[in-house]
């Protein structure tokens, strides 16, 4: 059977379409995560704040053995909301990608702006990116 080739015009859609994909896909991610979640989130310096007393409490050896497995673990989750909140995504960067790559990337699939909206891509942002209502 005959080997295919393909062109390097073809090898340069795919690649493009990737580019596209990666930048929009890394924006609806960032999005996504920056939703706000139920209940207060406490800021950093309130999460430091409790770290510090919680390390004071161990430190002092007056709590029972059960207490201080407990107090350990809430220690824990205090440097996972820490971790967590340092690791959110810059939102500009991954932006300005969405913006450059997310008109040509909605063109090929057929989305449609009122489904971008509906996802929660702001309306300046569509507008920054050429996309109108009209698509």
């Known amino acids: 059977m005959a080997e295919r080739k393909m ?3 073809h ?3 795919i690649a493009a379409g990737r580019i596209e994909a990666a930048a929009v896909r890394d924006y609806l991610e960032a999005l996504e995560s920056a ?3 139920l ?3 406490a800021s950093p310096e309130k999460l430091q704040a409790r770290r510090a007393e919680l390390n ?7 709590l029972k053995p059960i207490k201080r ?3 350990m673990q809430a220690v824990r989750d205090i440097d ?3 971790e967590a909140l340092q690791a959110e995504p810059d939102m500009t960067a991954v932006e300005a990608g969405f913006v450059e790559h997310a008109a040509s990337y909605g063109a090929r699939k057929g ?3 009122t489904t971008w909206r509906e996802f929660g891509v702001a309306a300046d942002v569509l507008n920054r990116a050429g996309i109108t209502r009209g698509q």
């Open 69 to 71: 497995l407990e107090t």
């Open 111 to 113: 989305i449609a702006y």
């Open 7 to 9: 062109s390097d015009e």
């Open 39 to 41: 209940g207060r989130r």
């Open 35 to 37: 939703k706000p979640k």
């Open 80 to 82: 996972a909301q820490l």
């Open 56 to 62: 004071a409490e161990l430190s002092s050896g007056a």
């Open 11 to 13: 090898k340069a859609a």
